[in-house]
């Protein structure tokens, strides 16, 4: 079978067009061998490789396209913690596991940070992360996130701000109140992930691109086949997340790809910038499916949004995003729009990344219904955890069980869709 063979290089992005290093690693030719071969070069690929790395171990990581290539190098660059449906997680097991929840729910965030400082990667790293209340009814949410952190003792600074401070700093009168914290933040998602690549690269992961992997040969060190070679290892991981169409008899059907879109305008004049951003932070909206934007490191308004769940991109992404930024910025009207881009979000029915194995030695991680910078860097390090034996937090999300839709995927994919039209509604009422 021939799968994901078409060799691509990035999106016409904002990120790709602003990029610290081109990358250019070799195609995957004859055979190699590892202790542990990962599948995909994204966020999930590259920290569960770069944490196999600084544990000593050997790493083969094969990409089908360019680091950072899916939706880690497209993404909104909004760093948020958490992990989708940890909540359930959590709730399965009673108060026994709170604790280990809550620093999963933080985890990500640290290894951010501590990455960025130790390899030091220009990404444009900030901190400053801001929700806001788009109907009256959400700001009573506000509490809760209080009350979640003074039970744990959260070290990091949060404020909550009135629906008047929320229009004052950012220029919109969209809002009814935000709540920002200072522990998320945002940066810029290719550059961290080519960034974290590189740290790998250097402390010994060979790194192919344009190499996609057709399929593997299972036995007690498994093959995993391109074109023009193959890896042996004796471990395997997919983390081909919305991208990935291999081993379709266990992952078909489990993570569905629906899109997101993003438009950058042109860099924006001072007064702009002290209008609608002052405080330079990353904006996003509590509804179901959101809307989120920030300002890049040369002052472009990068926003987005607009879910699409089934699986048909729109034939114009400035056309689909453009009335939602002016929506909240209607004195933008006259900027000129530089880029346009979308990319794919892998969407799990009961939102828990799925995690697991096909056989003892080939283990997949994939599923953060769009809400992955932070998540996929925590689940990188569970699976290098679960690799070296340690199984407790592996355990916790793959025990969850997913139920994988009939029929096709393109099915599964309207289905969804109509599950998510309800949600669209809703976020529509007060
Ligand atoms: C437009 C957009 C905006 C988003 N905004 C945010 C945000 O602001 N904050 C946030 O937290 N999350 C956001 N997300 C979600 C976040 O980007 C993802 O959850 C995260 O990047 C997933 O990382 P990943 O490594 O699992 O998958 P990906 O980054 O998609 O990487 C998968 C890689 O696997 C490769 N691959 C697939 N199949 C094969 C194969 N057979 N052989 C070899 N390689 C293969 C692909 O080429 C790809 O490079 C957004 C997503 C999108 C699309």
Redesign the pocket.
Known sequence: MR??DQKQEHTSSYYAASVNEVTDYPVLEGAKSADVCV????????ATALTLAERGYSVAL?????V?????????????NGISGLEKIRKKHGGRIDQMVWDLKWRGNDIIYDRVEKYGIQCDLKSGWLEVATKPSQVAWFDDFVEEREKYNHPYKYEIWSKEETRDRLGTDAFHGGFICFRDGQLH?LNLCIGEARAAHNLGVRIFEQ????GIEHGERPRVQTASGYVEADAVVL????????EPKHLSNLVFPA????IGTEPLSEDVVNEINPRDIAV?DLNEVVD?FRLSADKRLLY?GACNYSGRDPASIKSYILPRMLNVYPQLKDVRIDFEW?????IVLNRIPAVGRINRNVYYC?G?S???????HVMGEVMADAIGGTMERYDLFADMGHFRLPGSQWVGNQIIALGMLFYKMKDKLG
């Open positions: 799968i994901n599948v995909g070069a994204g966020f999930t690929g590259v094969v990409e089908g396209n360019r950072g290539w899916g939706a880690s190098g497209r993404n909104g660059g909004q760093v948020i998602p190499s996609p992997v057709t983390a081909g997340n919305a991208y990935s169409l291999m899109g997101s879109y993003i996003c989120y987005g979308g990319g794919k979000i892998g994939q953060y769009g809400h992955g910078v932070a998540a996929t």
